[in-house]
């Protein structure tokens, strides 16, 4: 048995939290990419703009990549694709796969980033590719986004099922419920491994079907007599075609507000996903040429974005869009965990301005894209997997996944509950976890990608505490004395009796430190630094009980 | 009619905004102020230790301000106290009134503050005192802190009554329900204006008693096998009460941990509202002298806040208590708006160490201490308001409140949605909003009293984006040109290439700035420096795409 004989499930994200998901399959020498999912940073980032899976070992590994498999369109499963690709040399960027709307928006991506030449190729579902030692062919299922798929790679040792995200809605939007028979076939040919999504491992039952929205979505907007404002994901076009719909049935025009919602409708109109006729889409400049009653406008912002249209509607500083008492805001979406907060500020600046709102809590007006509990378990029942390993999600749903395993009767030892970095490794005597690589996290921070230990993002977390103290001091070396006073100048130092009695006491404690040391014959301007450093870092704490970054540069002439 | 027979209600916090309550009354010249609460600081305040309520208004009219009354001893009640009285003038300093608990914990406060000579006095329930033109009585009800009580104040113009915050626990565990002959009195005698508590206006029905927390609790307890840690609001003297006796009826011994569930208890004890035996009561370094199954250790941290004692068990680093697989976490609160993320990462970190985590999703562990919707209405109907003044709550819950006035059958003319810093003028002829004053928020910054818009804080925000750049330079007035090479120093800057390549290509550019600008005769330190930093702002978008502050500092020697 040599290790080319065994298959390797390296997850580089998506495990122990929700987002960033990406996959490493290994066998006999070569590797095959599943997915490459960004996540978007917490406040404590500061500065950072996205933060991508920790991928050195597929940098140190490129050679032998042979493709990269997307699931779906969404950030936490394409967004890192362009970074991926970047930081690989061109003669080692692999061919990306993928369904239709997932590539149309990976060769967006692609295009945004100035890649060229890289091999972008549509599979569709049944459709089967060879990448090096692995056969792939793509599995339909249901998602908040058309075009989602599970990914079935078929290798020596066996079939294995990379779900994506995935629910099983037996009525979706588009008349085409999950790829069960498929599904069922794995089960009876017997499937290895079964590598599934966890997001909602915490919710009972079956979630609703996403037709179910739409009648939602006509009885709030038929009791509204101003103006309806609805804001949702801008990837889920079932959703915004079900909200035209429901537009249209009333006699209310339709206008699509935000970069990124007219961005997706145009990609998921041309390859007909939704159809908006002429006569009821309007311009956003038109909005006002129309009674309130016949207006409802689609809009980015569902998240509380700080710079999405209707955060900039609900803080009165949109151009095309001013509300007012009588329009009723629509939240056709839920709160990403973590963004609570800009989506209460926004819920609570729009009653202000008078606007009804309507979220999830109130009507059925959104459901949810992953599987509860009920459909996590058809999942296992239909698939039979040998092995389960849990995939995108938290250590809490993670675990809630694996207790579902149990259930349905995986034994616990064929269970496998991993982290990013730790590979599954299976061959012909069974599976266990092997060793562990280098995962985590890297920041995009800028122009360029670094790790978060990166000494800018540090010191951007100390002066956003304690803001920072510069001192400028020359000193002659012939002369034994300090030759101009010296500069202090303060940037977010907290000054209780202001700004200019603080930086006097420190310019007399650098000149009182100066002059001491020069006394005593020290002239080492490294030597000055430390000493000028150490007296006012004890003067700052005892001024303002803070300890701001203190560069002093002492120059000698 | 002069202004001296208006009565102003003024609210100077809590309208527009969950938290930081504070209200000042006013009639014939005189002011009384109604609890003096805190906020604590978004992550976007960088370095802000807390927020309070603009009180310029107060501080502008100070001799006119005879006592304040504090309803209850949570810190968006309490916690700006001391620092109002400090901004005072100890001649100005009013004294201050309460209820016993209350007015332990404000004692402890004005302690901590040094702040002595003021006068605390204990008011009990039914007791009537005479503050300036006011007369004040505080009337029981029930809250998550024992000692809860609404303000009845009586002016020669009628009754008002701020509720602070309450709800109708029909079997609270201390046996003592609120006080429902006085408030039917109170309607029955005629209410002038009812200032009530909105926090749950978005609630349905009632909120389960607290006293059915204590059989939940009980069951949890019952079903495991190892360790138990409990995390509540170490004010919520009565919830603490209850996990004690739940684990004393199973034999466990209860360690308290963290600083403020100590004080608290300590307090707590001391007035009776709670009872440890010493035989239950264990010090936290004991808990290892016990099987996994005898211990129950009661902790702060239920917010996820970064120092508290269940965040540092989480996070493997608390000195006393070491988590491990088969150890239960109970939350027995739930998150407060804003910090869902760390309350949900210090739970997925307890899954990561193989705690089971139980919160009120999975169990009834948990009930509010606000009034739900039919508490409200309830608390209308026995008062019987002439007007309605909703308190307590951002313009949602504001909204939902005057809803439930309109339901209950006050006619909405009669009905008044304010907001921070806009009096609510009452006299013989009706009542109406009055002129806007000075309201908005002050920023607690290390030991100061600051203004959001101050500098240092704004500096802090630039610096945590961006970062800032540092240029010393030093030109010679005689010579005609630069003494030494110039330092560049970056901090916080993203550097593509390495901080190296990019601080020696800003160094070449501050010189080829100034050889440019001495060559044309130009020797203003003023100027100079102008045109380094427009120089190099231009360079370093360009190189970075960031625009970090800039600080030059050219010298002349």
């Known amino acids: 048995m040599t290790d080319s004989d065994t298959l390797r499930v390296l997850p580089l994200g998506g495990l122990g939290e929700i987002g960033k998901n990406m996959t490493v399959l290994e066998y006999g020498g070569r590797m095959l990419m599943v997915d490459a999912g960004l996540r978007f940073p917490t406040p404590e980032m500061h500065g950072i703009d996205l933060v991508l899976p920790d991928f050195t070992y597929v940098l140190e590994n490129a050679d032998r990549l042979d493709g990269i498999v997307i699931t779906h369109g969404h950030e936490d499963h394409l967004g890192a694709l362009p970074w991926v690709l970047r930081e690989l040399d061109p003669a080692d960027r692999p061919p990306v796969f993928g369904r239709r709307l997932t590539m149309a928006m990976a060769q967006s991506k692609l295009d945004e980033h100035k890649l060229r030449d890289i091999q972008v190729n549509t599979l569709d579902p049944g ?29 020596p040792l066996g079939n294995m099922l990379v779900t994506g995200d995935y629910r ?82 009333l006699g209310r025009k339709v206008a699509l507000v935000g970069r990124s919602m007219i961005k997706n409708m145009k990609i998921g109109r041309s390859l007909g996903h939704i159809s908006i006729s002429d006569e009821t889409l309007i311009q956003p400049k038109q909005i006002d040429d129309y009674p309130d009653d016949e207006i409802v406008i689609v809009s980015t912002g ?24 009588g329009d009723t805001v629509v939240f056709s ?33 959104h459901t949810s894209g992953h599987g509860h509990r009920e459909e996590l378990k058809l999942m296992l029942n239909l698939t039979r997997p040998r092995y389960l ?76 505490r304690d803001g920072i103290v510069f001192v400028v001091a020359i000193v002659s070396e012939e002369e034994d004395e300090i030759v101009s006073s010296s500069e202090v100048v303060l940037r977010g130092v907290p000054a209780v009796d202001g700004v200019e009695s603080l930086t006097e006491q420190l310019r007399d404690a650098v000149e009182r430190t100066l002059d001491r040391a020069i006394g005593e014959q020290i002239h080492d301007p490294d030597l000055l630094q430390q000493l000028v450093h150490d007296d006012l870092a004890k003067l700052l704490f005892k001024l303002t009980k803070r300890r701001p970054m203190i560069v002093p540069v002492i120059v000698e002439v």
Chains 1, 2 share one sequence.
């Open 127 to 155: 459709q089967v590719v060879t990448i090096g030692p692995f056969t792939v062919e793509l599995i339909h299922l249901t998602h908040s986004i058309p075009d989602a798929a599970g990914v079935l790679v078929t290798t």
């Open 389 to 464: 390993m849990p995939f995108h999600g938290d250590f809490k749903r993670i675990h809630l996944h694996a207790q579902l395993g149990a259930a349905v009767g995986i034994s616990a030892d064929r269970i496998f509950r991993g982290e990013n970095g730790l590979p599954l490794e299976i061959d012909a005597n069974g599976a266990r976890f092997g060793k562990k690589v280098q995962a985590g996290m890297v920041f995009v921070d800028g122009l360029g990608v670094g790790d978060p230990g990166d000494a800018a993002l540090h010191d951007r977390r100390a002066l956003s």
């Open 168 to 249: 099983f809605d037996q009525s979706p939007v588009d008349g085409r419920p999950a790829d069960f028979d498929r599904l069922a076939r794995l089960g009876k040919d017997g499937l290895l491994l079964l590598c599934g999504d966890s997001t909602n491992a915490d919710r009972d039952g079956f979630a609703p079907s996403e037709s179910a929205v739409g009648p939602a979505l006509y009885d709030v907007f038929a009791r509204c007599e101003g103006r309806i404002v609805v804001t949702s994901f801008a990837s889920n076009i079932h959703r915004v075609a079900q909200v035209v719909n429901a537009a249209d049935d």
């Open 302 to 325: 569902s998240q509380g974005e700080p710079l999405s249209a209707l955060r900039r509607m609900a803080y009165g500083e949109h151009q095309a869009v001013t509300l007012h008492a």
């Open 333 to 365: 979406a839920t709160s990403v965990p973590g963004n609570e907060r800009a989506v209460n500020d926004t819920i609570d600046r729009l009653y202000q301005l008078g606007c009804e709102v309507v979220t999830a809590a109130q009507a059925p007006v």
